[in-house]
């Protein structure tokens, strides 16, 4: 699964360790997911969207083989 | 689904109780070490030497046991089960997916060297594989969790 959480980050100037309290997790975490190396839950990728003010579409996307 | 963890000020006592049982196990087990004095301790079992015995009166009484490795072997498990079961300071559903990585790995290799035992130790042999086979899932899944924590710990700064 793709996501634009680092063009995010950027745009609203967070970092990761910032938005990793805001929706209550590790840095790790955040990272992970950047990294495409973990796919959220549904809640924790609601919170990240709510904290971005944006749709989950809109900071998730599937990959084409997906 | 929450998963069923402990408060995560056992994980330290956890350690304080399974790393000397550990080093104390290995040279038990590994070097065969015996003990100047061997102090026995009489205790409440279910089933003590005679267990392929049907007499009733030699299962649930007081015997007498060695005390030093029951000792080690009951503080390695009480210690590794804190360890393995007491959350890290912040806990999220990553750390989760970490512990399930480790627990896959842990039940996949000891079962894999158990068969692997199966098939090359035979005979009386087979009982210190039972005994090794004992604690190898703490283990594994012990070693296999620090690394991925601590792994994915040391990333970069990327912000």
Same mark, same amino acid.
């Given at each position: 699964?793709?996501?634009?959480?680092?063009?995010?980050?950027?745009?609203?100037?967070?970092?990761?360790?910032?938005?990793?309290?805001?929706?209550?997790?590790?840095?790790?975490?955040?990272?992970?997911?950047?990294?495409?190396?973990?796919?959220?839950?549904?809640?924790?990728?609601?919170?990240?969207?709510?904290?971005?003010?944006?749709?989950?579409?809109?900071?998730?996307?599937?990959?084409?083989?997906? | 689904?929450?998963?069923l963890l402990l408060?995560?000020?056992?994980?330290?006592?956890?350690?304080?109780?399974?790393?000397?049982?550990?080093? /104390?196990?290995?040279?038990? =087990?590994?070097?065969? &070490?015996? +003990?100047?004095?061997?102090?026995?301790?009489? $205790?409440? @079992?279910?089933?003590?030497?005679?267990?392929?015995?049907?007499?009733?009166?030699?299962?649930?009484?007081?015997?007498?046991?060695?005390?030093?490795?029951?000792?080690?072997?009951?503080?390695?498990?009480?210690?590794g089960i804190l360890?393995?079961?007491s959350k890290e300071?912040?806990?999220?559903?990553?750390?989760?997916?970490?512990?399930?990585? /480790?627990?896959?790995?842990? =039940?996949?290799?000891? &079962?894999? +060297?158990?068969?692997?035992?199966?098939?090359? $130790?035979? @005979?009386?042999?087979?009982?210190?594989?039972?005994?090794?086979?004992?604690?190898?899932?703490?283990?594994?899944?012990?070693?296999?969790?620090?690394?991925?924590?601590?792994?994915?710990?040391?990333?970069?700064?990327?912000?």
């Open positions: 699964m793709n996501n634009k959480i680092k063009v995010e980050r950027a745009i609203h100037n967070l970092t990761q360790e910032q938005l990793a309290d805001l929706v209550s997790v590790t840095r790790q975490t955040i990272n992970a997911i950047e990294l495409k190396k973990f796919v959220p839950s549904t809640v924790l990728a609601l919170k990240i969207c709510r904290v971005f003010n944006k749709s989950v579409d809109e900071v998730f996307s599937l990959e084409s083989n997906e | 689904m929450k998963p408060p995560n000020r056992l994980k330290n006592i956890g350690w304080i109780l399974l790393l000397p049982s550990f080093v /104390a196990g290995l040279i038990f =087990i590994v070097f065969e &070490y015996k +003990l100047p004095m061997d102090p026995k301790i009489n $205790v409440f @079992g279910f089933f003590g030497d005679a267990i392929l015995s049907s007499k009733l009166e030699q299962q649930f009484r007081v015997s007498s046991v060695d005390l030093i490795p029951n000792l080690i072997g009951i503080c390695f498990l009480v210690g360890v393995m079961f300071k912040k806990e999220d559903e990553f750390i989760n997916q970490l512990r399930l990585n /480790a627990l896959q790995w842990s =039940i996949f290799i000891n &079962y894999s +060297l158990l068969l692997f035992c199966f098939l090359l $130790v035979h @005979g009386l042999a087979f009982l210190n594989v039972m005994v090794y086979n004992m604690f190898t899932i703490i283990v594994i899944y012990i070693l296999r969790f620090q690394y991925l924590f601590y792994n994915h710990s040391i990333v970069k700064n990327e912000q």
